[in-house]
């Protein structure tokens, strides 16, 4: 059965992993993905990640972005709204996959802050001038039942208040899949990854307009 526990227990030095586009120039512009272990390809090779395959279906789509994964294990929404900044000024993407919370909510840390947090995101991401999409997470259905619905309701909240497209789950077509899971249960093997990137990708090429 699927489970999830605090990534923050493994003890292994944090560093933030950067995927860009090297074999081809694209076409100048830039997509930041900016989440944590579940989007950083924790202990799988970079180029099977979904942020990699991304790259390879946005070419193949004949939109060749340069994708940047900015994504770093163990990072909380608070930690994000710390680094985001400087992430932005460095890589000045047109657009930004924010897929953090997860471990805002294993830790169980203030929704209030989580949302708050977000939302903060959002505004630095426009006001880069790029255009931000949400990535939703939830908690197992065991764990605190009341905390883990309230949870659940902060992306949908903080996509309609901001009015920005939203990805309700990353993790909704392996739930309850252990052989697409790591040995340790917590994060999504090379064989997922792929299914992780078809949940991302209807609201993302929706909102791929011409920039």
Known sequence: MFSLIPLFRKTAPVALFLLAATAFAGDGRTLLVFGDSLSS??????????????????????????VVNGSRKGETSEGGRRRLPETLRKFQPDWVILALGANDGLRRKPLEALSTNLADMIAMIRASGAMPILVGMRLPPDYEPRYAADFSTVYAEIAKRTNTPLVPF?????????????????????????????VVWP???????PR
Do not use: C, M, T
Request: proline share 8%; glycine share 4%; no cysteine.
């Open 41 to 66: 390809g924790y202990r799988i090779d970079a180029r099977e990640s979904w942020p990699a395959l991304l790259e390879r279906r946005l070419q193949e789509a004949g939109r060749p972005l340069r």
């Open 170 to 198: 990353l993790l909704k077509d392996i739930v309850g899949r252990p052989d697409l899971f790591l040995p340790d249960r917590l994060h999504p093997s090379a064989e997922a990854q792929a299914q992780l990137l078809d």
């Open 203 to 209: 609201v993302l090429n929706a909102n791929l307009s």
